[in-house]
């Protein structure tokens, strides 16, 4: 291992009850790097910041700091100190006992501790407030404390769990830069948790993106925002329009009815793919023979610094863009994209595909329900199959009781002009549904599969193994 | 008018809650054997109480077995209640349902029943009758009382605290002693409190399970008293005594409430 990095983890895997949050996340965290954890809510992030911690040990896989194996290490022996969600202080001690505590443990003398303490009050612009109860402070003040309380031990590493997620806005923005400075000043390893992309694109070296316990991305703040490597990924950091479209030749895709030079390679030529456009990089203008596709504005909203306008092309695909100049409602217009600006990521599957069982020669179970299919020859009750749903060829029905088998929607994308839903079934695996209809996340649906849109294969006994 | 209606029929309530306690105070000022009978102002029960005169009667061993019994079984109970409630606080779904139905049961039992089944248990286990077993029996049927005190307590504390102790250092134990057990402190005194006050006036409970060593507390003192015809006069001054100090800890207690939930109003 590498004399530079601080924290590893290798392969970890953890386990909930029957709920697996985390899945084989690997990660390598450099001496001194600010590295934030961004993600939904319970997509593991704050469990990664626990097996850091040791409040939690990995079910599978390692975890070292500073090249000792640390899986087995209680939090108060590992040489890193949090700062809580929610700044967890101590009510019965005022605010110097507070930041006290862990040097009190160490069995400093009376005078060592007093320069200390005083002296990350002073970092912290918190002087003067030694002997108030922490119960009568701001929250802003409240959260100066929690991270005075972590510093002031001196670890290698500080872990903050969404450390500013109880400030207002303004709050939140001066403590951010406030984090930064601190950061340079003690030069420690800083891992950073919370769900605010803005917040992580604006405080950290090093971005790791999760969902669903998987690692997306790890990456500069840049590289994540223009170059991410997946639909969600993209979706989740910043605004975007996203569209299927397919890789024709190296610097040539296609989306929209369209073809667009870009400057990806390696996909090879007629491969399905996703392509990502950020709505600052569409351009816009009055209708004109020199763009490349012509649209319709359907609404325009001043945000401020800039125009939000929504497009709607003749094909159906509606987009969305970012302008300084307002294009008024009915507008006809045209929009050009260059090439640098599209980014093309690899899809992560292109149809479903389950693996199941025929309950008798009509009938197959996937999902945890029993679907009908075509009569298949030569299949019988038991026989291992492998069977492949097209995303659109999937019907979801209001009432759960209408479906063969039922799920809730987990994740929603909108694709310029149709929906990509994750709907998870009740065996807790995953259909992919493309869809016109508005559906809300976290939806108890019905999920039915026509019998002629299932593609059935069996899974021969050896090849399982 | 119908204000002084009700206030009329408050105070008539409160008068018969209080008259026999206002009456007992009352004829503890005079020197009469004979209760109801007033002759003339006199502290001389008072005095006869604190003077020594009474021990040969076994009043005042019966009163030093009652606190001190109290004292031991409120203190073991504040700690096995607390430990308790600490676990139940951290388990989970059917268990920890199970486990709060299983502490709740004993508050609801009568009294004669638990005495009953505690006597017919210590027999079958042949634990000493006497001081131990009385003990023993306070100290079952208090913890549920402190269980239910200090679980409140740590509904409103930030479980991050302890997990914020151990990563600035502490062991577990430490973690316990320097932040949870001072934040469930006022449960505690309040569990505290209860189980002294159960433990002071429970009459089944001793009665079944204090054997036949002769162990006399307040409450079985006075029921033989009574039997062999008439109460000690001396127990009128003993009984307005306890009356003011429950009194006293029921005010400070209220008062102490009244403060905390002052303070937290003023902080929202």
């Known amino acids: 291992m590498s004399e530079d990095i601080i924290i590893s983890l290798d392969h970890v895997s953890k386990w909930f009850g029957e709920k697996r949050v985390l899945k084989d996340v690997s990660l390598n965290i450099k001496r001194g790097e600010f590295v934030t954890i961004l993600g939904p809510s ?91 109860n922490v119960d009568s402070l701001s929250g802003g003040q409240q959260q100066r404390v929690a991270i005075a309380r972590a510093i002031v031990n001196q670890p290698a590493v500080l872990l903050l769990d969404e450390p500013l997620s109880a400030l207002d806005h303004k709050m939140r923005k001066d403590m951010q830069i406030e984090l930064k400075q601190m950061h340079k ?42 170059e991410p490597v997946n639909c969600f990924v993209a979706d989740f950091i910043g605004e975007s329009n996203i569209f299927n479209a397919t890789m024709i030749e190296d ?19 007629n491969v399905p793919v996703d392509v990502v456009v950020r709505p600052e990089d569409i351009y816009i203008m009055p209708k004109t023979d020199k763009g490349q596709f012509d649209g319709v504005v359907a609404s325009c909203i001043f945000k401020g610094v800039h125009y939000e306008i929504t497009v709607n092309t003749p094909d159906g695909y509606e987009l969305m863009i970012q302008d300084y100049n307002p294009f008024e409602a009915g507008m006809e217009v045209s929009m050009i994209i260059k090439p640098n600006d599209i980014q093309v990521m690899r899809k992560e599957r292109i149809c479903n595909t389950f693996e199941g069982e025929m309950t008798d020669e009509s009938h197959v179970e996937i999902l945890g329900g029993e679907f009908e299919c075509l009569p298949q020859e030569g299949l019988s009750a038991g026989d291992k199959v492998r069977v492949e749903v097209d995303f659109d060829k999937v019907d979801l029905t209001d009432d759960k009781r209408d479906g063969t088998c039922e799920g809730d929607i987990r994740f929603i994308l909108y694709k310029a002009d149709h929906y990509h839903l994750h709907v998870r079934a009740v065996n807790r695996e995953y259909i992919y549904v493309d869809t016109q209809d ?4 976290r939806d108890i649906v019905g999920i039915n599969i026509r019998p002629e849109d299932m593609r059935i294969t069996r899974i021969e006994e050896g090849a399982q193994a | 008018m119908k204000k002084l209606f009700a206030r009329l029929y408050l105070g008539l309530i409160l008068l018969m809650l209080y008259a026999p306690l206002i009456f007992i105070a009352v004829s503890s000022f005079t020197e009469s054997r004979v209760l109801g009978n007033w002759t003339g102002f006199s502290t001389k029960l008072y005095s006869n109480l604190f003077s020594g005169e009474m021990s040969n009667s076994g009043l005042m061993s019966a009163v030093n077995n009652t606190l001190l019994i109290a004292l031991i079984a409120a ?40 005495g009953v089944s505690l006597f017919l248990l210590f027999v079958f286990l042949g634990v000493t009758q006497g001081y131990v ?109 306890i009356f003011i100090v429950v009194f006293a800890l029921l005010l400070i207690f209220n008062i102490r409430q009244e403060r905390a939930a002052k303070k937290k109003a003023l902080l929202k």
């Open chain 1, 42 to 132: 319970g997509c593991g992030k704050t469990t990664t910041l626990r097996i850091i911690a040791g409040f939690e040990t990995p079910d599978e896989g390692n975890i070292s700091i500073g090249g000792n194996l640390m899986n087995d290490v209680q939090p108060h022996k590992r040489p890193v100190n949090t700062v809580f969600q929610r700044y967890a202080l101590f009510p019965h001690l005022n605010v110097f006992d507070n930041i006290a505590f862990g040097l009190k443990l160490k069995g400093m003398s009376r005078s060592e501790i007093e320069t200390r303490v005083m002296r990350v009050l002073k970092m912290v612009s918190m002087t003067d407030y030694e002997w108030r």
């Open chain 2, 75 to 114: 203190l073991v109970s504040t700690l096995l209640g607390t430990l308790a409630a600490i676990g139940i606080f951290h388990s989970r779904g059917r268990r920890k349902n199970v486990v709060m139905f299983l502490n709740n049961i004993p508050m609801v039992n009568p009294d004669v029943i638990t």
């Open chain 1, 185 to 226: 000043q003690l030069g420690i390893t800083f891992v950073y948790v919370t769900h605010d992309q803005e917040e992580a694109l604006t405080l950290s070296d090093t971005v790791v993106v999760m969902n669903n316990g998987v690692i997306q991305q790890i990456g500069s703040p840049t590289d994540i925002y223009n």
């Open chain 1, 251 to 269: 610097r040539k895709v296609s989306f929209m009815g369209h073809e667009f030079e870009c400057v990806d390679e390696g996909f090879g030529e």
């Open chain 2, 133 to 241: 077993s009385v003990v023993l029996a306070h100290i079952t049927f208090c913890t549920p009382y402190v269980v239910l005190n200090v679980l409140p307590k740590l509904h409103q504390m930030n479980p991050k605290t302890y997990e914020a102790a151990l990563d600035l250092g502490a062991t577990p134990g430490q973690a316990l002693r320097k932040v949870l057990i001072p934040q469930l402190m006022p449960g505690m005194v309040t569990g505290f409190i209860l189980a002294f006050t159960m433990s002071l006036d429970d009459f089944a409970v001793t009665f079944f399970t204090r054997g036949t060593v002769g162990l006399e507390t307040l409450s079985t003192f006075i029921y033989t008293d009574a039997r062999k015809g008439g109460l000690t006069p001396e127990l009128r001054p003993l009984m307005t005594i």
């Open chain 1, 438 to 441: 508005v559906w809300e996340d």
